[in-house]
């Protein structure tokens, strides 16, 4: 997983014609670090996709205008379009996040 630094790196990124995910997190954050640790199988299975991640705290702004309420939180971005966008309560488990990713990229 990528990191994203800037707001023009951000724009830039999800402005491509191929869907990207996009991973909100903070450092501070448990259920972020819980992620972390099984997110790397389902990285593997959805290899064909480019994931990125932003640290909602170095980067300001974007969580904001994205409706980002909790993190971890998911989000699927196209030709600079949120697609879909899967929050905190639901990123808990690696079925929740497969579940999401098998919905919104079928």
């Given at each position: 997983?990528?990191?994203?630094?800037?707001?023009?790196?951000?724009?830039?990124?999800?402005?491509?014609?191929?869907?990207?995910?996009?991973?909100?997190?903070?450092?501070?954050?448990?259920?972020?670090?819980?992620?972390?640790?099984?997110?790397?199988?389902?990285?593997?299975?959805?290899?064909?996709?480019?994931?990125?991640?932003?640290n909602s705290d170095e980067v300001e702004g974007l969580a904001?205008?994205?409706e980002v309420m909790g993190i971890p939180s998911i989000l699927?971005?196209?030709?600079?379009?949120?697609?879909?966008?899967?929050?905190?309560?639901?990123?808990?488990?690696?079925?929740?996040?497969?579940?999401?990713l098998q919905e919104e990229l079928a």
């Amino acid at each position: 997983m990528k990191a994203i630094h800037s707001v023009e790196q951000f724009n830039e990124i999800i402005a491509s014609d191929k869907p990207v995910i996009i991973k909100f997190y903070a450092d501070w954050c448990p259920d972020c670090k819980r992620m972390d640790m099984f997110i790397g199988d389902i990285l593997e299975q959805y290899n064909n996709y480019d994931w990125y991640e932003v640290n909602s705290d170095e980067v300001e702004g974007l969580a904001q205008r994205y409706e980002v309420m909790g993190i971890p939180s998911i989000l699927i971005f196209q030709n600079g379009e949120k697609l879909a966008h899967r929050h905190s309560a639901y990123t808990k488990t690696p079925d929740d996040v497969l579940e999401f990713l098998q919905e919104e990229l079928a």
